[in-house]
């Protein structure tokens, strides 16, 4: 096993907060497995590279020879974390919850390794408590400290209502690392005051506080918005490799470090090395994002398919050429095509109004060849089996099929 310094060097490298550094290099002086926690409501079924970052640094943990507790909230979610909200999270049935717990059980399983996870679900110890046990752990917070939470006093001070169920979150997240006894546990830069609240409840109950590890939240393809897919800027898990491979080198060349440290896994010495190459000028920015987008492709699909993608990524964007293999694609269409709905039966926009727009500012083309600006109804033969390309990554083949 690595030095504790050697580890902390390690375990730094892109996280946002470490609290308290001291007693994590005390931890890691016992020389012993500690016990590393994530937490993980199962509220959506989609995961994209910015759900992967606590994954990746749970894998460096595991790497140095620690134990990664994956708790899977199944009881949490039916409250909602709050975090960062100025709402009231919707509720999800228990079929819901299952469906999403185990797609985002496949996708960590592509990062974490099985051999040293150990696999929880907080209904275990969470749903067998009675209300006397759930009045004595209330009794160990106050309401002033749980309205500490930035996004609860900007709701309280704008009149936005807080449900009393909300209000035990964080409690529900502190009794899970007293339930496992966590040594570690990790969370985004938003989740702060929920890890502090279960180093304050087992410090209470008499046990080695948890070290708590932040980690910056990750900005999506537009370099400005944290990476959601409501913003449209994520880059899927899930997603097929030639447009992963896009999505990634459309990133702005400030983030490539922060993604190299963040969504790769290339030992920390390697991404020194590249930013350091980077700033001093050794390094070119569009090969080193090269090198950045093969990396994550590979990850998630391999590393032919990572060759592949950029191959395709080259015969549209260098050769400006289609796609080899363009999917057709059966839609309705009579003898006159109103285009705007067209790219929209494609899913190459997500409504006529953003048809109209992309058409009008030139990123539609067929056949390579651009649409004029307000052109929005086209006869069939003009688009049937044609390529219909949206932006610089979304191609369709449309066939014919009549109403």
């Known amino acids: 096993m690595p030095t504790p310094e050697e580890q902390m060097h390690v375990i ?9 550094a001291d007693d994590l290099r005390k931890k890691l002086a016992e020389e012993r497995p500690l016990r590393v926690k994530l937490g993980v409501d199962p509220t959506a079924p989609d995961l994209h590279l910015g759900h992967a970052v606590p994954l990746r640094k749970l894998r460096q943990f595991q790497d140095l020879g620690h134990t990664v507790v994956l708790i899977i909230g199944d009881f949490t979610a039916l409250i909602g974390d709050p975090s960062g909200r100025s709402s009231t999270r919707p509720a999800l049935s228990r079929e819901q919850i299952e469906e999403n717990a185990q797609t985002y059980i496949d996708q960590a399983y592509k990062i974490l390794d099985p051999a040293r996870t150990e696999q929880r679900r907080n209904s275990e110890w969470l749903a067998p408590l009675d209300f006397a046990q759930i009045l004595r752990l209330t009794s160990q917070f106050t309401v002033a400290r749980i309205l500490e939470r930035d996004d609860f ?6 009149g936005i209502g807080i449900s009393l169920h909300e209000l035990l979150y964080p409690m ?21 005051f929920n890890l502090l609240a279960g180093r304050e409840l087992m410090e209470k109950q008499r046990m080695s506080p948890q070290v708590c590890l932040t980690l910056p939240l990750l900005e999506g393809t537009d370099g400005v918005q944290k990476m959601s897919k409501s913003y449209g800027n994520y880059i899927g898990l899930t997603d097929p490799a030639d447009e992963m491979f896009g ?3 459309s990133i702005p060349d400030t983030l490539i470090v922060k993604y190299y440290r ?5 030992v920390v010495d390697e991404v020194d090395a590249i930013e350091f ?6 390094l070119h920015p569009n090969a080193t994002k090269r090198r950045l987008a093969r990396e994550i492709v590979a990850l998630y699909h391999s590393s032919r398919a990572a060759e592949e993608a950029e191959a395709a990524f080259d015969r549209v964007f260098k050769d400006h050429a289609i796609p080899e293999e363009v999917d057709a694609v059966a839609v309705t269409m009579d003898d006159e095509v109103h285009l705007p709905a067209l790219l929209r039966k494609l899913e190459l926009v997500q409504s006529n109004g953003e048809g109209r727009r992309m058409i009008d500012q030139g990123g539609v083309k067929i056949d390579g060849r651009p649409v004029d600006p307000g052109t929005y109804d086209v006869c069939r033969e003009a688009v049937e089996g044609k390529v219909v390309q949206v932006g610089k990554r979304r191609f369709a083949r449309p066939t014919a099929v009549r109403e």
């Open 172 to 192: 529900a997240q502190a009794y899970d690392s007293v339930a496992i006894e966590a040594d570690v546990e990790l969370g985004g830069t938003d989740q702060l």
């Open 262 to 266: 963040l969504c790769t896994s290339l």
């Open 277 to 282: 190459g980077l700033t001093e000028g050794s």
């Open 247 to 249: 999505k990634v080198m």
């Open 153 to 158: 006093q900007s709701r309280y001070r704008e």
């Open 12 to 20: 730094a490298s892109g996280t946002a907060d470490i609290v308290p």
